[in-house]
């Protein structure tokens, strides 16, 4: 259960930040078809079953910046398909944090995602030439 989670990582994070948006949307629906009983919560008390507003504000907030960063979503949702954590970070711990967030949102982790890209795009580039240059030769 996300809520009793000794889990303090980057990863249990995001999925408090999941969760936090699913309420919001299933509140959304639930109030845009007449379903919803009772006063409409606002988003701090939404917020607040998952995290404190001042913890939201100054750090999970950092989460609305990742959409633009496939392969760091696929970490944080411990995707099967996610990169591992040298090869997102370029460092590797036991446990990641806001901290390591924040870095890699300001550029060079988010830049070794593009470099990862680039580097499989060289790589089939190559590849290509390879076999072009061995059909040549027969």
């Known amino acids: 259960d996300i809520l009793e989670s000794t889990d303090r990582g980057l990863r249990a994070a995001y999925q408090k930040y999941c969760a936090f ?13 007449n379903s919803w009983v009772g006063q409409k919560p606002t988003n701090t008390e939404i917020i607040e079953i998952f995290v404190s507003k001042s913890m939201w504000h ?53 830049a070794t995602e593009k470099a990862s890209k680039k580097g499989k795009e060289k790589e089939k580039e190559k590849a290509q030439k390879e076999k072009k240059s061995s059909k040549k030769r027969t």
Do not use: C, M, Q
């Open 21 to 33: 948006l699913h309420a919001e949307t299933t509140l959304r629906e639930k109030l845009d078809d």
């Open 58 to 110: 100054s750090h999970y907030s950092l989460f609305g910046k990742v959409s633009n960063h496939p392969l760091l979503i696929k970490w944080l949702d411990n995707d099967p398909d996610k990169p591992g954590d040298f090869e997102l970070w370029g460092f590797e711990k036991l446990s990641y944090n806001f901290a390591d967030l924040r870095e890699y949102l300001k550029g060079p982790a988010g």
